[in-house]
């Protein structure tokens, strides 16, 4: 059978179980005696072994299922959770993810694991069912069959709704059998959820399925351990019923009772099940005849707690596709082009001033718009995709850089376009990185200080309007101001008398410039300017803006400003000579317009005042090499005043014609690289025109 169809979904979902398993292993290791993380960890692994083991990837599979038996004791408390046990774990993690990345790359995922399987037979391992096609696996299989007859003494109770009461009886009275199984599965299975449906395919060709426990949909997930109940009604005998179970491969000796006394009589044999009811502000068993009884248990070898929990019916989650990215952006490209054509049926119809075009084209805005909007949502993702990698990387860094690091993050189920998502991870590491090491303190230098010990960093995200603000702040040393002008100057960016007359905040924007660094020595991780002009570039080819904060002594936060999507904008249209320009809303500060008289010059370079304000001025068809048809009049000229951060300029334009929602088309290979321009729309009259890049400017 061709697998390859389904590799692209086998990746996915490896991911997101590895991601799981990151996370829960981090909450493993703050809460050691958690048994449910364990079960987590356990589902997860599992769910990956039985993935890859069904591709054909055999040494995911074998590593998973080496995983699975250490797992396996440290649920059964044969062995205690330990720091090792988790760094062997998160161990197991990165090679499975290793593993993972090279079957995407083309790979069979066969890498060199042995050592490692090795350190989890080390790991209290020795007595732990071996691994497929190794060993006796008779003697396994007794030791386990015999283990799970000597299991404790438990309590189990099926409950029956009224229903399910109402055909045992019913089904009983007729002269059929009703028979409590516990079916049991090789722990070894790799795929216990196809087990399970050829169980369920037998017994429904004997008899009738009343009840499962747990529910179908939890063992199709499955979201059991090595066992399972029904209750099943037949004329068959139960030698039937058993021959049918034991059948099938790696379905072990079954458990199988008779459900007697409790649907006729309570006289007589003793009761083997009962019935239970919910009623108004009680809860009560009783049998069916409406009486209440004492509840009668059934007592298996086992002194441990109920492992077959009553079903409670749980409202039903809201139900996902998985979408191919391609979709996505094939339907945002045609909405885009929608948006474009209902701009020029407007046009038309202000031209032509027709009364029942104008109508429909009333209710076509209105689809639009709410077509758009539905699109954009589905296009937005929650931070949490970035944000959830963190903890991990945090964790490892500190520890080897001997630092206690509390991370804190905040806002992750902030939503952003999926193209600035796959876009902001880096950057984010390379600021948590630089804080990690260079903002946060040893635990002595900190305790010195009169700090905690653990220092923190707080990732947080929020929307702001349109866009999205995410912050990377540290409770750190502070960046040193005196160190960064001094380092500004030996390394002739700026001058000594330049660096004395600088601000707070124009010394802090000296860190972002390409190879500055404070750091007196180089290490893989040293200095605020490793990789922060890297982050800044990237950034602002985003649209979006950094911003640096820092306090000496007090800590230091980066603020990154993006917008939510760059597929569909808000932009002011200019004329320059005869073309149309588009400038993206968001950079816009405000316009205004001024007399020739007004303009002055400093150093060569245009400037104006404005409340008191010196602003810059550029002259937009001298960057954009428009030739003059005409020599301008000597009357008003208009400027548009742009921000980056918080440096302002104002660009001259001809006209302004007005603000409105541009698509953002790309230009292409041949055409990318056009300076100043950041990419194209098409106007409701169908002409092109050029988006402006504001960053470039400056």
Do not use: W
């Amino acid at each position: 059978m061709d697998m390859t169809q389904y590799l692209s979904m086998f990746l996915e979902e490896s991911r997101e179980h590895l991601q799981k398993l990151n996370e829960a292993l981090l909450d493993l290791e703050s809460s050691p005696d958690n048994k449910s993380i364990l079960d987590e960890i356990f589902r997860s692994a599992h769910t990956l072994k039985g993935m890859s083991a069904t591709m054909g990837f055999s040494r995911i599979a074998e590593l998973t299922h080496d995983m699975e038996n250490i797992l396996h004791k440290l649920r059964n408390d044969e062995i205690k959770t330990s720091p090792g046990i988790v760094d062997l774990l998160f161990k197991c993690v990165d090679a499975l993810d290793s593993m993972v990345t090279d079957i995407a790359n083309g790979g069979s995922g066969g890498l060199a694991i042995n050592d490692l399987l090795a350190e989890l037979k080390a790991g209290g391992l020795s007595a732990s069912p071996e691994a497929p096609g190794s060993g006796s696996a008779t003697d396994t299989l007794a030791e386990e069959s015999g283990a799970a007859r000597s299991q404790a003494a438990v309590v189990t109770t099926v409950e029956f709704n009224e229903y399910e009461k109402n055909l045992i009886k019913q089904a009983v009275d007729q002269g059929f059998q009703c028979y409590h199984l516990v079916v049991n599965i090789d722990p070894r299975c790799i795929m216990k959820s196809a087990r399970a449906f050829m169980v369920f395919k037998n017994m429904e060709e004997i008899g009738e399925i009343v009840k499962s426990i747990p529910s179908v949909q939890d063992i199709e997930e499955e979201k059991f351990e090595t066992s399972f109940d029904l209750i099943v009604i037949s004329r068959e005998p139960e030698e039937t019923l058993r021959k049918g179970l034991v059948s099938i491969t790696e379905v072990t000796e079954p458990e199988i009772k008779l459900i007697t006394g409790a649907f006729k009589s309570l006289q007589g044999t003793a009761l083997q099940e009962t019935a239970a009811l919910e009623t108004e502000g009680n809860r009560e068993e009783v049998a069916a005849t409406g009486e209440p009884v004492k509840t009668v248990t059934d007592v298996r070898p086992d002194d441990r707690q109920n492992i077959h929990s009553p079903v409670v019916s749980k409202p039903r989650k809201s139900q996902t596709v998985r979408v191919d990215a391609a979709r996505l952006d094939s339907l945002m490209n045609l909405v885009g082009e929608l948006v474009i054509n209902k701009t020029r049926l407007e046009q038309i119809g202000r031209s032509f001033q027709l009364p029942e075009l104008s109508e429909t084209l009333e209710q076509m805005d209105r689809i639009t718009s709410d077509l758009q909007n539905v699109v954009m949502r589905v296009r937005m993702v929650p931070i949490d995709n970035v944000f959830s990698r963190f903890p991990r990387m945090v964790r490892d860094l500190a520890r080897d850089l001997g630092k206690e690091i509390d991370l804190i993050i905040e806002g992750k189920e902030t939503e952003l376009d999926r193209t600035v998502i796959d876009e902001i991870g880096d950057p984010l590491v390379h600021l948590l990185r630089n804080s990690i090491d260079h903002g946060i303190e040893e635990p002595a230098v900190r305790v010195a200080a009169g700090k905690k010990e653990h220092g923190t960093v707080v990732l947080s995200a929020r929307h702001e309007g349109n866009n999205v603000v995410i912050e990377v702040e540290d409770d750190g040393r502070g960046l040193d101001l005196d160190k960064i002008k001094h380092k500004a100057v030996e390394k002739g960016l700026i001058l000594s008398e330049e660096a004395d007359e600088l601000d707070q905040s124009s010394l802090l924007r000296l860190i972002l410039l390409p190879g500055f660094s404070t750091a007196e020595k180089v290490t893989d991780l040293s200095g605020r300017g490793v990789g922060l002009d890297a982050v800044k570039n990237k950034i602002e080819s985003l649209s979006g803006s950094l911003h640096v904060e820092s306090t000496p002594g007090t800590g230091t936060k980066f603020k990154i400003q993006l917008p939510l999507t760059l597929a569909i904008i808000q932009a002011l249209l200019v004329l320059i000579e005869k073309e149309t320009y588009a400038i993206p809303l968001s950079f816009i500060a405000e316009t205004t317009s001024v007399l020739p008289a007004q303009i002055n010059k400093i150093q060569e370079q245009e400037v104006i005042l404005i409340r008191g304000d010196v602003l810059p001025l550029i002259r937009l068809n001298e960057v954009l090499q428009v030739p003059r048809a005409n020599i301008p009049k000597e009357e008003e000229i208009n400027i548009v005043v742009v921000r980056k951060g918080e440096k302002r300029v104002g660009l001259i334009v001809d006209t302004l014609i007005g603000q409105q929602e541009i698509v953002i088309k790309p230009l292409g290979k041949i055409l990318g690289n056009i300076p100043v321009i950041a990419g194209a729309t098409i106007l409701g009259n169908g002409q092109v025109s050029l988006i402006i890049d504001v960053a470039s400017l400056f």
